[in-house]
């Protein structure tokens, strides 16, 4: 069977993934791990809603770009990203990464307190640079030395601790690949599963690294007991909407340079104490605007990557790394949520250079 016939990684597989972020929570709940009891049914289906208006803003994305056509102008896009300036991004990217944890004088992963202090202003911008231009690289350029590279930053970025920044790099290349690669369905299968590892992994040094808690669960039995708290965090953002009043969104876009955390709130306002918390992706609107906020956000979440997809596909070039991080990013935050600077402008990178590198008209029309 062709796999390419499905499009495995086409802004649907959110809902499948969804589903099955499901299945964990229900799991950990079923077993009681670390004695979680489970959540409302009301709160099943303000999920069932957020998905549901995820999927209309796909169909208006669709219906959007009905009889029209999409073209890029590929000279700018070629003057721009050249082989050598995103070669250069990407080592500049590793290297400010180095830098970083020199300044932080250890390795993250094997300390909370390092951890907790890893997400720097360097760390940021390293982060910001590196991430596009590794996807956009590999999109443009096949040259197997380019994975060394790769390899090299994820590495780096595994040292800070941080599951997320790890999974993105590792899942969007993969997305990136698949749609520029004819890979055969073994090494696509062995890829999910390495990102599997890598996810437990990550998440249980960095877990059992961090000095003041103690831990006594296996590395799968933290995977879903990770599911099933963050939907017991929903639960209770579901019947407090509205309470933190548009803090989760202005620290989301003000508190790196206030040096606040926004899952930090999240954690205040449903746990009662300070504690970094994630909430899934339907928590933090709900929280701070309620349940039409929620719909809202997810309506034009599903319309943008929708609208991303379908130009990465007609274009293709480096709107291929942009779809895969985006698309990334949507899968971590079905549990983290939307509450990461730098995903936004990830987001605000991608439609600046749709609007000024691609055309989209009406068939007919010149």
């Known amino acids: 069977m062709d796999y390419k016939k499905y499009d495995i990684f086409s802004p649907m597989v959110f809902v499948l993934l969804v589903i099955i972020y499901l299945i964990f929570s229900q799991t950990a709940f079923y077993y009681h791990l670390n004695k979680l009891t489970g959540v409302d049914l009301y709160t099943v289906g303000v999920i069932f809603l957020g998905t549901l208006f995820y999927i209309t803003g796909i169909v208006l994305s669709n219906y959007f770009l009905k009889d029209k056509e999409i073209n890029m102008h590929s000279e700018k896009i070629d003057k721009i990203f050249s082989e050598r300036m995103v070669l250069s991004l990407v080592i500049i990217g590793i290297l ?112 059992k690294s961090i000095e003041w808690q103690n831990w006594s669960s296996t590395p799968i039995e933290l995977l879903f007991y990770r599911a099933g708290y963050t939907l017991q965090v929903l639960d209770r953002a ?18 790196f340079f206030k040096s606040s955390d926004p899952r930090v709130i999240v954690g205040s306002t449903t746990l009662g104490y300070a504690h970094s918390t994630t909430s899934t992706i339907f928590g933090p609107a709900l929280l701070d605007f309620g349940l039409y906020a929620m719909l809202l956000q997810m309506t034009i979440l599903g319309f943008i990557i929708n609208l991303i997809y379908k130009v990465q596909i007609n274009v293709k070039s480096i709107f291929i790394g942009l779809y895969a991080i985006l698309l990334a990013h949507l899968i971590i935050w079905i549990e983290t949520g939307p509450t990461d600077l730098v995903v936004f402008l990830f987001y605000l990178i991608s439609i600046v250079l749709l609007i000024f590198t691609v055309n989209i008209k009406k068939v007919g029309n010149k």
């Open 238 to 255: 579901v019947f407090m909407q509205g309470s933190t009043h548009g803090q989760l969104l202005y620290n989301t876009l003000m508190g």
């Open 96 to 207: 400010l990464q180095i830098v970083n944890l020199a300044y932080l004088g250890g390795i993250p992963l094997f300390s909370g307190y390092l951890k907790a202090r890893a997400a720097t202003r360097i760390w940021l911008l390293s982060y910001l640079i590196f991430l596009p231009s590794i996807n956009i690289l590999i999109a443009k350029y096949d040259n197997k030395k380019y994975y060394l590279l790769f390899i090299l930053g994820l590495l780096l970025f595994v040292s800070t601790g941080y599951r997320t920044t790890a999974m993105a790099i590792v899942i969007s290349v993969l997305i990136t690949l698949y749609y520029t690669r004819d890979l055969p369905w073994k090494y696509l299968i062995l890829s999910l599963a390495a990102i599997f590892i890598l996810l437990v992994a990550v998440g249980f040094i960095a877990v």
